[in-house]
């Protein structure tokens, strides 16, 4: 393997934002140690690849029960890294078992071998593992990201390398011994703890074939175009500005309540978090006090008390970030309704913020707002509200909320992006394909196209 450098002084750093105190660092591989690392990662694969279906759903079963069995210990984890609120932290913990639960219970249904009629005596197409996956994962949930990749990856005989998030390396080194602890072979999961330059390093290596990541476009491109370079396999989320669509039919108290729940899950940090609220003139108004109301109601705090519904944001700079974004999008017309402003205080935190009136002119109405601020645009018409919904890059989620369904249905058709939820709040089911078009990335997550993205679909042609 060919690294880029061979970095040793940059570190992982452990911080805790809701008290602007280091907990700890860890300091970043050289290029040896990865090496070895990755070396090891493939024999581990090549033995994994042949075992039975029934062995992969059991240690994955295997998971699950490890992380119910020490949920509040991982959740406690997740919140003292990245600030979500510890209600939060637990939901994603269950979330993860699940998932493997998934896994082990459909993997070998999704992967049987397809029949295919041919001139042959017998043709078929089988599934089989591609290898080694690098997955770069992101922080914000620095679980659920890892295991909704990893689950089918493992259940299809691939093993997994992991590149974290710089600033939640315990979640990153609790991941592995999850994987570890549960069965799986040694090396078949492995952490990497190195910098973000060694990436393209990596996905060159003759160890690796296909890479997935979740993050932030700048990210994905330079990704994408070392996986292009190399030839492999690459699967991208990278993040969203969804739509809320609001027509004039919609039960308002449901769309609302909804509406605050998606907007401000992890205090606003989710890719497909209701990030644009697209309201039409008859209710505009009214939908615009009813979310105040509720928004203003928020508890703000400490995220390890079960009480506080917004923590802070993960970092310092994604709270500049934040801010920046709002200030121009006030000096460009847009009313400040209620917060939008950091509060002073210990942490990162940031209050509960809405935007209305937002214009084209403002960075908001093209860029992704990572934190707890809606905004809210005022269409003039319904065919307004979809001209709007699909004036952005990104198309990761979107939402329609209307009491005639069907129609709301036929709406949801003319929307650029990989899910539509009707009268429901969008969320990742690992039931459900999920990833995004434009320049929310590529390839699916989760359910039978997720298990599929990882493998050689082989053609078998017997005479």
């Given at each position: 393997m060919q690294a880029e450098a061979?970095?040793?002084?940059?570190?992982?750093?452990?911080?805790?934002?809701?008290?602007?105190?280091?907990?700890?660092?860890?300091?970043?591989?050289?290029?040896?140690?990865?090496?070895?690392?990755?070396?090891?990662?493939?024999?581990?694969?090549?033995?994994?690849?042949?075992?039975?279906?029934?062995?992969?759903?059991?240690?994955?079963?295997?998971?699950?029960?490890?992380?119910?069995?020490?949920?509040?210990?991982?959740?406690?984890?997740?919140?003292?890294?990245?600030?979500?609120?510890?209600?939060?932290?637990?939901?994603?913990?269950?979330?993860?078992?699940?998932?493997?639960?998934?896994?082990?219970?459909?993997?070998?249904?999704?992967?049987?071998?397809?029949?295919?009629?041919?001139?042959?005596?017998?043709?078929?197409?089988?599934?089989?593992?591609?290898?080694?996956?690098?997955a770069v994962m992101p922080w914000n949930f620095p679980f659920w990201q890892v295991f909704r990749a990893a689950a089918p990856a493992l259940m299809a005989g691939n093993a997994l390398v992991l590149k974290h998030a710089s600033?939640?390396?315990?979640?990153?080194?609790?991941?592995?011994?999850?994987?570890?602890?549960?069965?799986?072979?040694?090396?078949?999961?492995?952490?990497?703890m190195i910098a973000v330059g060694q990436v393209a390093g990596v996905i060159a290596s003759p160890h690796v074939h296909a890479v997935t990541l979740t993050g932030s476009e700048t990210a994905g491109r330079k990704v994408a175009a070392s996986a292009g370079q190399h030839l492999k396999k690459c699967v991208l989320e990278l993040g969203g500005s969804d739509p809320f669509v609001v027509l004039h039919d919609a039960d308002l108290e449901l769309a609302v309540d909804t509406g605050v729940a998606s907007r401000f899950l992890n205090c606003g940090q989710s890719c497909i978090a209701a990030k644009r609220f697209i309201v039409v003139p008859q209710i505009a108004d009214e939908f615009l006090r009813r979310f105040k109301i509720k928004v203003e109601a928020l508890k703000l705090g400490d995220p390890m008390d079960d009480a506080t519904q917004i923590g802070p944001l993960a970092r310092l700079d994604l709270r500049v970030t934040l801010h920046e974004q709002v200030s121009d999008a006030i000096a460009q017309g847009a009313v400040a309704v209620t917060g939008c402003k950091p509060v002073e205080r210990e942490g990162f935190f940031y209050q509960p913020s809405i935007l209305d009136r937002v214009t084209a002119k403002a960075r908001a109405w093209r860029e992704e707002l990572f934190g707890p601020v809606a905004i809210v645009i005022r269409a003039a018409s319904e065919e307004d509200a979809l001209r709007i919904a699909n004036e952005t890059p990104f198309g990761l989620g979107s939402s329609i909320w209307s009491k005639d369904a069907a129609r709301a249905e036929k709406l949801a058709a003319r929307i650029q992006a990989g899910c539509t939820f009707i009268n429901g709040m969008v969320k990742s089911d690992p039931r459900l394909p999920f990833g995004g078009v434009k320049a929310s990335g590529y390839g699916r997550e989760l359910s039978r196209l997720g298990i599929h993205e990882f493998v050689n679909a082989k053609t078998v042609w017997i005479r």
């Open positions: 061979t970095i040793t002084t940059m570190s992982y750093s452990s911080f805790n934002p809701t008290t602007n105190k280091a907990i700890q660092a860890h300091a970043s591989w050289d290029d040896h140690r990865l090496l070895q690392a990755l070396e090891k990662t493939r024999d581990a694969q090549l033995i994994w690849a042949h075992t039975s279906f029934s062995q992969r759903a059991k240690v994955l079963r295997d998971a699950a029960m490890q992380l119910r069995a020490q949920r509040d210990r991982y959740a406690t984890l997740i919140t003292l890294e990245m600030g979500k609120p510890l209600k939060e932290a637990r939901a994603e913990v269950e979330k993860c078992a699940s998932v493997c639960d998934y896994y082990a219970q459909h993997g070998e249904d999704f992967l049987r071998a397809d029949a295919a009629e041919s001139d042959a005596g017998k043709s078929y197409v089988a599934y089989y593992p591609l290898g080694v996956v690098l600033n939640v390396p315990q979640c990153a080194l609790a991941l592995e011994a999850i994987f570890r602890d549960s069965g799986f072979p040694e090396g078949l999961f492995t952490t990497l």
